[in-house]
Structures are given as structure tokens and as C-alpha cells.
């Protein structure tokens, strides 16, 4: 198959990428013995699992479903390789219909509270399972989007040092832990994990020498370029080094960073003749600004690019008014608010071309949707020869088996 040939929409997942991502990720824990785990959360394309678990230790879930998927992708056909993956699981509360369902499938279960360790912790350790507390170590290094900040004043996720050591649960089940668990970055780099190991040590740092292991949790943009990985792998020695503990990371988008791309095609153009403005602006019709409406939608195909907000990448583009033909790109469901961004090209745009959206991979098919009955963009791998693969097309029965 050619990508002329692709059905639009579809996600298409560049495999020589993904191994450029992985090779940079696997050349770390060579360094250094770090433990790297997939967050499924951010790419869960599971045809790629066998190879993803050839270069990493692993995955890690946030639910039972994602812990099923590692187990029966990833951990069981490399195990009949002899190669050994882990599954690690953290969520805020546990359902006592899931967990011995979770005690099948992971090997580490992250917990969120004492109460439920209490709930759950004994059970776990009697099954062989090394378990963890997510701890907030009240340092927030993000900006501009705090819907993603676990730090944040409030926050549901992970336990106060004030909470930790004060609680009457302290004392009879802090023997449980093996290990504890922060994930504080958001696409941030290592100065900021530097700057989130130094609040860890300050609040927690009398218990890590009784851990086994200490997770860094996700956030890590380890494969963007100018990325700074000596001063990450010079954090994960001062644990190492520090208090003898093993070290677990657990990138997501780190694994799929830049490697995917969503293709849609233009169903309608609408507006007034294109007119050559100077500077930047021009927001209706009015301004000479015309929208194409394409087969794709933020809402449902990239629902980051309205809840972050932020204006996707999109190939032979520019910034709107920076050439000589701008346009509104917008989805084709019945949200007004459905708009992808305002982008210019050298020529006019025509029905049924075809554009072209960058760095697709990550937090696109795992947060897709189905309103208004948008069909879900099919799934293609481009092989490391240059091949297109049709992985999976979905159709009207998986809009109406949801429902």
C-alpha cells in the first residue's frame, strides 16, 4: 500500500521513528541500569508492543484494562522469547472487583493513600507483588497548563509528606512499601526533575534508604531534541548512588515523540476569494480568512489541541498570513468550537487534498472519540521499508458498540 492509497483519516505511525526513540531510551539504560517502562496512557498502540519490549523493561498501566493489554502483548510473547518485561500499575483508587484481576497481570502496584494500602496492600505483598505509594513532593515546575499538573494545589494524586508521616496508618503498613512513586513533569526537561529530586530529598528523604526502588514517573521529553540527558542520567546515579535504590522511569510520549502523523483529506472549501494581508490576524470570513472543513476533527481525533490548547504541526504550513493563501482548518462535527487552527500555503487548497498533521502518535488514538458519530481514523504502521500496513480500520459497529 502507498499512502496515496491510505483511507483518510488515519493515524499513520512511522516504525524507523519509533526505533530512533527507543535506540536513544535503550542507550540510557545501558548507561546506567535505569528501568524504562512504556506509559500506555500517552501510546498504546499494541502492535508495536514485541518490539517496544525488546528495547524497554516493560510498561506501565493506569487501569486494569491497559495492565490486560501489557500482559497479553507485550509480557506474554516475549516471555516465549525469554525476554522479560515488567507491568507496573498505579490508580488513584482501586475497585475490589478489579484487583485480583490486577494481581494477575502486574508485578508492581502503585498505591495513592495508606487507606488504600491498608485496603489492598497486604493482599498484594502475600502474592509477591512489590508495592509502592505515590508521594506529592508539593513541587511544581509546570506552567501554563495546570489541568496537567499532579502538584497543583488539591491535588488527587499522590501523598503529602504531611500526610505520610501523620497518618495512623503510618506505622503498621509503612513496612509494606518496597518503593515510592512521584510523577510531577509534564514535557519538561531534566533541570526541572533535578529541581523535583531536591523536594523529594527534602520531604521524603529519611525513608528512601529503607526502599528497594524509587519511580520518576512520566513527563520525560527524553527523546526531543536538545533534550538534556546527562543531567537526567546524573539523576538517576544520585539515587542509585545515594541510597542504593533502583530507578524507574516511565516516559510516554518519549517513545513516540515525532513519530506519527495524521492524515485527512479537504471535503470543503468556504469563504470569500483569498486576499493577501500583511502581518498576522484576519479571524472570519470577513478578513479574507477561509475555512476548510476536513474529514478529521480536534474533538474527536485530537482532543488535546482543544483542552491543552495548542495548534498541531502541520506539514508544507505556515503561520497564518505567512503565505499567501491562510485558512481556518475545522472538523466536520457540529461543535462550533472545532477548529484545528488558522495555517497558510503556497497555493489554494482544493477538495481532496490531502494535509498532513505531525507528532499524531501520542494522546491521539488512546483520547479519540466517537460524537457525532465521527468514524475513528483507521491505524496504519509505515514499515521500517518504507511500506504502508493497514493495522486496523474501524467502522459504524465500533460508533454503535459503544453506546
Not at 515523540?257 to 468556504?270: D, K, M, P, R, T
Not at 504550513?317 to 499567501?324: C, D, L, M, N, V
Request: aromatic residues 10%.
Amino acid at each position: 500500500m502507498k499512502i496515496s492509497g491510505l483511507p483518510t483519516p488515519c493515524y499513520v505511525v512511522d516504525e524507523a521513528l519509533i526505533i530512533k526513540n527507543l535506540t536513544i531510551l535503550r542507550n540510557i539504560i545501558e548507561r546506567t541500569g535505569v528501568r524504562i517502562l512504556l506509559a500506555q496512557k500517552a501510546f498504546s498502540m499494541y502492535a508495536l508492543y514485541p518490539l517496544i519490549g525488546r528495547y524497554l523493561c516493560g510498561a506501565t498501566a493506569s487501569g486494569l484494562y491497559e495492565a490486560r493489554l501489557c500482559a497479553e502483548e507485550m509480557v506474554r510473547p516475549l516471555a516465549e522469547q525469554n525476554i522479560k518485561c515488567e507491568n507496573h500499575i498505579f490508580s488513584p483508587a482501586y475497585k475490589e472487583e478489579d484487583f485480583e484481576d490486577i494481581l494477575c497481570y502486574c508485578d508492581h502496584i502503585v498505591f495513592n493513600s495508606w487507606r488504600q494500602v491498608e485496603k489492598f496492600g497486604t493482599r498484594a505483598k502475600a502474592a509477591g507483588k512489590s508495592i509502592g505509594l505515590r508521594i506529592n513532593p508539593q513541587c511544581s515546575t509546570q506552567k501554563g497548563h495546570a489541568i496537567y499538573d499532579p502538584c497543583a494545589p488539591g491535588s488527587r494524586l499522590g501523598i503529602t509528606i504531611e500526610n505520610f508521616r501523620d497518618s495512623v496508618l503510618f506505622r503498621k503498613f509503612f513496612p509494606l512499601l518496597d518503593g515510592l512513586h512521584f510523577h510531577t513533569l509534564c514535557e519538561q526537561d531534566s533541570d526541572d526533575l533535578e529541581t523535583t529530586l531536591d523536594a523529594v530529598e527534602e520531604k521524603f528523604g529519611e525513608y528512601l534508604s529503607h526502599m528497594n526502588w524509587i519511580n520518576f514517573g512520566g513527563g520525560h521529553h527524553i527523546t526531543r531534541e536538545g533534550y538534556d540527558i546527562p543531567r537526567l542520567e546524573r539523576c538517576i546515579r544520585r539515587m542509585q548512588e545515594g541510597y542504593g535504590l533502583t530507578v524507574y522511569l516511565e516516559p510516554g510520549e518519549a517513545v513516540a515523540l515525532n513519530a506519527g502523523f495524521l492524515v485527512s483529506s479537504v471535503l470543503e472549501i468556504q469563504g470569500p476569494a483569498e486576499k493577501r494581508r500583511q502581518g498576522f490576524g484576519g479571524n472570519s470570513v470577513d478578513d479574507g480568512l477561509r475555512i476548510a472543513i476536513l474529514d478529521t476533527s480536534a474533538a474527536c481525533h485530537m482532543p488535546d489541541v482543544l483542552e491543552m490548547p495548542y495548534r498541531p504541526p502541520l506539514q508544507k504550513s505556515g503561520q497564518p498570513w505567512e503565505k499567501a493563501y491562510t485558512y481556518r482548518l475545522g472538523g466536520s462535527t457540529c461543535l462550533a468550537g472545532d477548529v484545528i487552527g488558522d495555517y497558510s500555503f503556497d497555493a489554494p487548497l482544493q477538495e481532496g487534498d490531502r494535509l498532513v498533521f505531525e507528532d499524531m502518535a501520542i494522546y491521539s488514538m488512546v483520547k479519540n472519540n466517537t460524537f457525532n458519530g465521527m468514524p475513528l481514523p483507521s491505524i496504519v504502521l509505515k514499515q521500517e521499508s518504507g511500506e504502508y500496513k493497514l493495522i486496523k480500520k474501524f467502522g459504524y459497529e465500533d460508533f454503535k458498540g459503544r453506546l
